[in-house]
């Protein structure tokens, strides 16, 4: 297993526990953390994405927060977000037109490659995990 994919698997099963385990260990739990946010409308292709001037979490993508499997023939927010990550996680450069078509699988297929994951096409919950985190690094696109 490469470095990159051990450390990047290991983020990918962290990552999330970390963000539940809620406030670090002396935070006041008296007083809520403070984050404002402000809806940036970027290129008409790319959709609505969320920048934060404090502390948080940060999605690149704001189509849904819903993750179902999606495959060929899907269409809706779902697919626009899958496609939003695709263009972040690996440089796609996908309509982000909510359409799963041929363009849509083949990028799929290679960011689950380039993850060394089960290469079908689909996006189910392992490929939504890899997307999620790589779209959202400071390293992306990655492959």
């Not at 406030?23 to 970027?42: E, L, M, N, R």
């Not at 496609?83 to 990028?107: M, P, V």
Request: hydrophobic letters at 35%.
């Amino acid at each position: 297993m490469s470095m990159r994919r051990a450390y990047t698997v290991a983020a990918a099963l962290v990552f999330p526990v970390a963000l539940s385990a809620g406030p670090a260990a002396g935070a006041s739990h008296d007083t809520p953390p403070t984050v404002s946010g402000k809806v940036v409308h970027a290129e008409k292709s790319k959709g609505p994405t969320m920048r934060k001037d404090g502390p948080g979490p940060d999605d690149v993508c704001n189509y849904t927060k819903k993750r179902p499997n999606l495959q060929r023939d899907s269409a809706g927010p779902a697919v626009q977000q899958a496609q939003c990550y695709l263009n972040h996680a690996i440089g796609a450069n996908l309509d982000e037109d909510g359409k799963f078509g041929s363009e849509t699988r083949n990028a799929t297929r290679a960011s689950q490659q380039c993850a060394e994951i089960n290469t079908d096409g689909r996006v189910g919950a392992q490929t939504w995990s890899f997307l999620s985190f790589w779209a959202n690094s400071s390293g992306a696109p990655y492959c």
